[in-house]
């Protein structure tokens, strides 16, 4: 029971959303209807400015990582061996980007986790998040669109957590490859309006209806 309040608590830090609240305070705006209509970063940078932007990144990317950081020190000196530790640990992220991804304050909607995801990942999987983030940037760099560079990453996600641990002569644990081959498949769903923009040719790219700079 006391893993549930820990969990609920996880989810609700997850279920903050920084997107709307920049948008509303600062921007004087409801992000929920301007551009895609998304509160994540790279609809209040296109709608608000490059700064509006980067600080909705920080504050989810914090959030995901704050999470992580809880768990491992809630977990620090729990009876779990080091295995269970390591996959609680890893499901209170899977948590909190469930929790971006359906807010409980907006009534279970939310953004598409990019940012907190990266959040969490930078804080348990490193390496992972070091060349999840190349694949990011090298995709935007060549398009300079955003929903692209992260379906592109989220696809390649999962088999990271297979070949990372390979390429260092360890053997993966299959329970967080599935927790996070589940959470990139329901992210890449929640993908799927840039899915069929990205087919028709209509996806814009971040510097597209940027009011300011």
Known sequence: MFYIGFF????????IPF???ISRY????????????????????????KWPGILTFLLDFGKGSLAVILSKIFFL??????????????????????????????RFKGGKGISTLFGVLTILHF?????????????????NISSLSGITM???????????PWIKNESPVSTIFLLFLMLSLLLLFKHK????????GQE??????????
């Open 154 to 164: 989220l696809s390649s996600l999962p088999f990271l957590f297979l070949l990372v």
């Open 26 to 49: 600062w921007l004087k705006i409801d992000i929920r209807n301007e551009g895609s209509g998304n509160i994540g970063m790279t609809n209040v940078m296109r709608i608000g400015g």
């Open 204 to 213: 814009k790219n971040l510097t597209n209806n940027n009011r300011k700079n």
């Open 19 to 21: 997107g709307l609240i």
């Open 193 to 200: 309006d840039n899915f069929i923009r990205l087919i028709r």
């Open 8 to 15: 609920i608590i996880i989810f609700l830090i997850g279920s």
């Open 77 to 106: 000196n729990s009876e779990l061996n080091i295995e269970e530790k390591l996959i609680f640990q890893n499901f209170s992220a899977i948590i909190v980007v469930l929790g971006h991804v359906f807010s409980i304050f907006l």
């Open 127 to 143: 390496n992972i998040a070091i060349i999840a983030a190349i694949i990011w940037a090298g995709i935007f760099r060549w398009k």
